[in-house]
Each structure stands twice: as structure tokens, then as C-alpha cells.
Nanobody, 125 residues
């Protein structure tokens, strides 16, 4: 059974940093590209960041987070991380990690066939 479990969310002030973690089990982790998406109240789930399978050499970011967020992975631990710096109130959302078996369509949530339950990030101004 595949499980993705996010953690690390919380309530922070604008300008603060947070690191989200996603622990994977039940899948050949290094063979999956991984992504982070977020969903704010009343909005659709949107792409945040993506890291390629295996070495994670290739990363992509939404324009809104480029330069502030960094995605990384540790295949030995079956973990993917999202380091978030200089957080803004508009970053407030539930953050989800997803597993993408093909590695294509990095910003297309339909390409991710496994999802975690999400972790709440709230940024106050």
C-alpha cells in the first residue's frame, strides 16, 4: 500500500521559513518524480515544485515561489522536502506531496497518481 505522509506545516509570520517533509512508503521511491502542490480555500490545487526521479537533477518551480522555495529528495530515506523561505500570506494553503510515475507533465496534477493527506501552512502578515 502506497502512503505519502506530509509534515512540517504550521503558523508562521511573513518572512519566516518552514521546511515541509513528505515520507513515502510502499513504492519504488527513486523511480518516481515527486511534486508539491498547494490548495488555498476556494481555489484549485496548484503546482508548486517538482523534482525528477532518481538523482533529482531536474527541478521546476511555479513562478510565484521561484527563488524562495527549494525542493529536494533523499532516496535512501524515501523523503522529499520543500524548504520555504521568505514566506508570504499568499503562501497560505494546504500543501500536498504527490508521486508521478512518468515524470512528464510536472505541473499537471493528473499525472500524479499518489497523494498525501496534506499539511496546513498559514502565514500571517
Amino acid at each position: 500500500q502506497v502512503q505519502l505522509v506530509e509534515s512540517g506545516g504550521g503558523l508562521v509570520q511573513a518572512g519566516d521559513s518552514l521546511t515541509l517533509s513528505c515520507a513515502a512508503s510502499g513504492l519504488a521511491f527513486s523511480g518516481y518524480a515527486m511534486g508539491w502542490f498547494r490548495q488555498a480555500p476556494g481555489k484549485e490545487r496548484e503546482f508548486v515544485a517538482h523534482i525528477s526521479w532518481s538523482s533529482g537533477k531536474t527541478t521546476y518551480y511555479a513562478d510565484s515561489v521561484k527563488g524562495r522555495f527549494t525542493i529536494s529528495r533523499d532516496n535512501a530515506k524515501k523523503m522529499v522536502y520543500l524548504q520555504m523561505n521568505n514566506l508570504k500570506p499568499e503562501d497560505t494553503a494546504v500543501y500536498y506531496c504527490g508521486a508521478n510515475p512518468s515524470g512528464v507533465g510536472y505541473s499537471d496534477r493528473g499525472r500524479y497518481n499518489y497523494w498525501g493527506q496534506g499539511t496546513q501552512v498559514t502565514v500571517s502578515s
